[in-house]
């Protein structure tokens, strides 16, 4: 019960995530225009957006019961010797597809609630480079994005606001790298949303591009992060 409870949560999460985050380009596009601004002060509007979000999601995740919109971030923390007792290869079985039905769930309906005036500025991940060259670059930029958020949750300073806006930063960067290549997505269930309303989800870019490569990025991230810091050796029960 307690997986299926994780996996509704997850869902719903997901939904309410996606729905938010994919309408980043366009809040940034009307902050801007009514601001005059653009250049630097657009992308310190993004990060900016990104930390409020990444803090009000961090919240809610945490009122869902630990709830996650990103399977393979899940996996990366419980390899680094970080995740929650509940976080097996059966759980992760269960909520990845309930991710993925709250990511498409999200898209249709922030399709379909957005101003017809600003949905040019929604779309999801796109290869723009060929299919190896763009599998390879998801699966570096979510080994590295992985890698950073392991090593700020878990080492990183204890100031709930300095972590997310070392995460804003950080995904701000990796984002602007990645936008020439694959979006990027480094989040499976996001990249299923979006090619699920574009009726692309059951091609194999879909899987080598968004779901294996990126998902191998995230193991060999959490593995890295252990061989770097590797776990205290379990005590050794006190005789008598």
Request: glycine letters at 10%; proline letters at 5%.
């Amino acid at each position: 019960m307690g997986v299926v409870k994780a996996a509704v949560g997850d869902a719903v999460v997901t939904f309410m995530w996606i729905f938010c985050a994919s309408t980043l380009g366009a809040a940034t596009s009307i902050i801007t225009n009514s601001m005059g601004a653009g250049g630097l002060a657009s992308l310190a509007i993004t990060t900016s957006l990104i930390f409020v979000i990444s803090v009000v999601f961090g919240l809610i995740a945490d009122a869902f019961g630990g709830a996650s919109f990103n399977a393979i971030g899940t996996i990366a923390f419980s390899i680094a010797g970080a995740g929650g007792d509940d976080d097996t290869l059966m759980s992760t079985a269960v909520r990845f597809p309930a991710q993925a039905i709250g990511a498409a769930g999200g898209v249709m309906a922030l399709l379909e609630l957005m101003p017809l005036e600003y949905k040019h500025l929604l779309e999801g991940p796109t290869l723009k480079v060929d299919l190896h060259t763009g599998a390879i670059a998801e699966g570096v930029f979510t080994f590295v994005i992985t890698f950073v958020v392991l090593l700020i949750i878990i080492k990183g300073p204890n100031s709930l606001f300095l972590k997310n806006w070392m995460l804003s930063m950080a995904t701000m960067v990796v984002i602007l790298v990645g936008s020439s290549y694959t979006g990027p997505s480094m989040n499976p269930a996001n990249a299923f949303g979006w090619a699920y309303v574009n009726n692309k989800h059951n091609t194999w870019e879909q899987f080598y591009v968004y779901w294996i490569c990126p998902s191998l990025g995230a193991i060999l991230a959490g593995w890295f992060y252990r061989f770097v810091f590797p776990p205290p050796p379990p005590q050794k029960p006190k005789t008598a």
